[in-house]
C-alpha cells in the first residue's frame, strides 16, 4: 500500500481510507447499509492485512458503535 505524508505531522498515512459508518447499522444512517460486528471486523482485518491504516469514523456513526468496533 502507498503510503502519503499526513501534513507536517510526520505521520504516514495509506492513500486508500477505509469508512465505518455502516458498522451496526443504526437507524440513523440505515440507508448506507449496516456491517455485522463480525463482518466488520473481518474487514477490519483484511485492511491491516492489505496495509491500510486510515480509517475513517466519527461519533455520529451508529450513536459511536462504529468506533467501539474499531
Known sequence: MELRSL?????KVSVL???TMSFTGGSRHSAIGS????EARRLIDR???V????FDTADVYSA???EKVL
Open 47 to 49: 485492511c491491516i492485512d
Open 64 to 66: 459511536g458503535a462504529s
Open 35 to 38: 456491517t455485522d460486528v463480525d
Open 51 to 54: 496495509g491500510v491504516n486510515l
Open 7 to 11: 501534513g507536517a505531522t510526520g505521520l
Open 17 to 19: 481510507s477505509f469508512g
